[in-house]
T-cell receptor
């Protein structure tokens, strides 16, 4: 069982839809991360939040909009996605960020029609 | 910029064999190295953490070592089992928060 919970597990959406991915952790971690993983490729970092502030944006297109309402919750808002955005989206957390270990959720499998 | 190479890319072995998976990093400034496994379509499960002051770490049948001077890490799996079949990842860090992943080692253990 993972201590980082991601919902939904699967999401199918059209290119004009707006949807959100959710990530939750109750370990008291203060850093949270979004990664994108295409099929048969390694994960790639998208965003980092540290103490609820966005600290890293890896030049991600604006159709992906992250939000960290509190230290336990991380959202990824999706709008006007493209078929190439279909991927596994992974959330992770770490106690205080920096060089500390990261704990991953099981991911949300996103398919764009 | 940190780059990670994992060798071999894929491995298929019969059950019971002892295995060695290798990682090398272009930037040897390695802190808190994590080894992960990933089952198909799933998230990453942390297997071992070698902290910056350590040279190796053991958990059950797994042993990971880190040689900072050469920028290399090795994961040793003893007495492999079919349940060990997965992709193994050893990300480096380009900067504190940023994990940089190689393409992994895809392991299949045959019954």
């Amino acid at each position: 069982d993972t201590e980082v919970t991601q919902t939904p597990k699967h999401l199918v959406m059209g290119m004009t839809n707006k949807k959100s991915l959710k990530c939750e952790q109750h370990m008291g971690h203060r850093a949270m991360y979004w990664y994108k993983q295409k099929a048969k490729k390694p994960p790639e970092l998208m965003f980092v939040y540290s103490y609820e502030k966005l600290s890293i944006n890896e030049s991600v297109p604006s159709r992906f909009s992250p939000e960290c309402p509190n230290s336990s919750l991380l959202n990824l808002h999706l709008h006007a996605l493209q078929p190439e955005d279909s991927a596994l989206y992974l959330c992770a957390s770490s106690p205080q960020g920096g060089n500390q270990p990261q704990h991953f959720g099981d991911g949300t499998r996103l398919s764009i029609l | 910029k940190q780059e990670v190479t994992q060798i071999p890319a894929a491995l298929s072995v019969p059950e019971g064999e002892n295995l060695v998976l290798n990682c090398s990093f272009t930037d040897s400034a390695i802190y808190n190295l994590q080894w992960f496994r990933q089952d198909p379509g799933k998230g990453l499960t942390s297997l071992l953490l070698i902290q910056s002051s350590q040279r190796e770490q053991t958990s059950g049948r797994l042993n990971a070592s880190l040689d900072k001077s050469s920028g290399r890490s090795t994961l040793y799996i003893a007495a492999s089992q079919p349940g060990d079949s997965a992709t193994y990842l050893c990300p480096g860090r380009s900067s504190g928060d940023k994990l940089t992943f190689g393409t992994g080692t895809r392991l299949a253990v045959r019954p």
